[in-house]
DNA sequence: TCGGGTGAATAAAACGTTTCAATCCGAGTT
DNA sequence: AACTCGGATTGAAACGTTTTATTCACCCGA
């Protein structure tokens, strides 16, 4: 195992400088084709392989961007993970994926880490609601994109899906579908979506001109199958079971679905329940799930697309503002049947 | 935004030597409590962020370790992911993770990043029978450990799981079950896990001294939702229908249920289902979906503990194979149901 | 008072690139 | 023949750390 070959070695077998061969790296065009092609033998020769740190070292800044995401488990942030990773390795970018758990602590530290690898951009679903350690990293100079997020005041750009017609769409179905007690099973509501996702729903039963009891909410730790079977088995011990249950995400809403009819209750006809994502398993459920649809690999593309914009023409970039919106997709797990 | 301080703005704040500051960075107990308190204070004045690339240029090696999946989609992967992440931070490290989607050209780019960033240590489930990539990586001297692929010959570790066990279980089950036209549907046979099912798949037959064609296989392109879709039809439009269907894994399994349910075939007494690796997924899928199940997180676990002893100690480290043996989880989609 | 230690701090060399000003050389132009 | 021009190549500086050998200041025991 020799010490690895650097560009001094290529330098000296192919008998150039060693400005020649970074030239012939990355300017290929500027060196004479006869040299070229000598100092690419000596590169496969040698089977040298350019290093990347002393690159960032010199130019400042890596070829990397940040992705940093609540829960990578989620088929939801996978998707907009490919999206990224699409529109970035086009662009001949890295993509560093950081998983939080919706964890302060844990976004902290992969930001820590992030500064240190001077990733020149970070697209981010923020773990809380302070932007703070966001905030700081653009002082940095590094360019960000709320995901998930929209970022009023925040100096950055933002791609979203308007959570709040989301939770409007999901409880408008479900009234029309004549239930009229309802539960909705929501994460952290210091996460931005699990506080859009309910005010859109309140939203929608003050418009219906229904009782406010007609909703009631229950709070989980977090967006995971776990605590979507916790939160079904807290109604199933519960009096007054509901007749449907709108479920901020999927994974809440299949774990549920799972303690309902391991139950034995009939879904839909026993309890309605409706997700939020349409990840693609909501559509090969025990029972196929209504969900809110988010156009996931769209986000990422959309995302990876602003921020590469950005650090390309620092100059003539505006801080844009990207707003999707959802749309209801009805499956089995809601639909009105002629059971009962 | 100014030009982010380094230790040298920070040495002449604090009023001492650059390698005081590098040691308060590296080895804080070498220093007196006095001068480190002052150097603290002055880098939380500055903000200052350790530079990672001239760490790296420095000391030669990243504190990084590569992850190169097949598929990130599927949660079998990202569960894997978990565990290495896991004990890859307690150990300080960070982990780079990369989806081939079983590509050999997104393997080789993959890996080729990888080099240039100079980690000392690559998780890999390879995208081809070759190892020669990945052997080359070890010629430069990168820790490898193959994820699901015993390395018999290569000068690396390897956790994996007894895949010809997993198959024998499975077709054991469904032989047991009575059915007698069986069919395995299979990802590319590129893939050490697709030849190693369908090895221990036909074994069982032979054992059982059933005729060959009691097991019809079917290959498809890739080991996702949609070939298993595809796979599904490809059934229901052929003649004679098999009694059950063993697919390797389960996001092909989720594809093919979905097929069947929506085609008003009832499963599993129309037609049996058995998937690989049991995800969280299966047990909530629209018939819960018998499945070999892996120990995905302790796999992760054990993948970067290995590498990250070998990296510490290289001098005593011997290469290790380590085998887990797989478990048959029978749920509905195989079981036999008096309706018939 | 003098050595000999010891613990703390320093100065300077390296790590492997990129970049930029400087040089070189041959072809055109006058 | 003298000049200019432009493309190709070169050499050296710089990037921000870590590390090692060295110096420094101080105390202790003889």
Known sequence: MKPAAGIREVAALAKVSVGTVSNVLN?????????????????????FVRNESARQLRTGTARAI????????????????????????????????????????REARHLELLAEQRVHSVLITPADTSLEPI????????????????????????????????????????LAEGHERIVMVNGASRLYQARERR???????????????????????AFNVACGRRAGEELLAGTERPTAVFCANDMLALGLLQVMVRAGLHVPDDIAIV????????????????????????IGRTAAELVIGETQQPERHEHQHIVFTPELVIRESSRRTHRR
Chains 1, 2 share one sequence.
């Open 199 to 221: 005010a859109g729903a309140q939203q929608a039963i003050r418009k219906a001109g229904r009782s406010p009891d007609t909703l009631r909410m229950i709070e989980v730790p």
């Open 135 to 174: 905030l700081k990293l653009r002082e940095r100079g590094v360019s960000v994109v709320l995901l998930d997020h929209p970022a009023e005041l925040a100096d950055a750009c933002s791609v979203s899906v308007d959570d709040r017609v989301g939770g409007e769409l999901a409880i408008n179905h479900l």
């Open 275 to 298: 997700g939020y994502d349409d990840i693609d398993f909501a559509a090969a459920a025990a029972v196929p799930l209504t969900s809110v649809r988010q156009p996931r690999l769209q």
């Open 27 to 47: 300017r290929p065009t500027t060196v004479a084709p006869a040299t070229r092609d000598r100092v690419l033998a000596a590169i496969a020769q040698l089977g």
């Open 66 to 105: 940040g992705l940093v995401v609540l829960d990578v488990s989620n088929p939801f942030f996978t998707d907009v993970a490919r999206g990224v990773e699409e529109v970035a390795s086009e662009a001949g970018q890295a993509v560093i994926l950081c998983n939080t758990d919706e964890s302060v602590a």
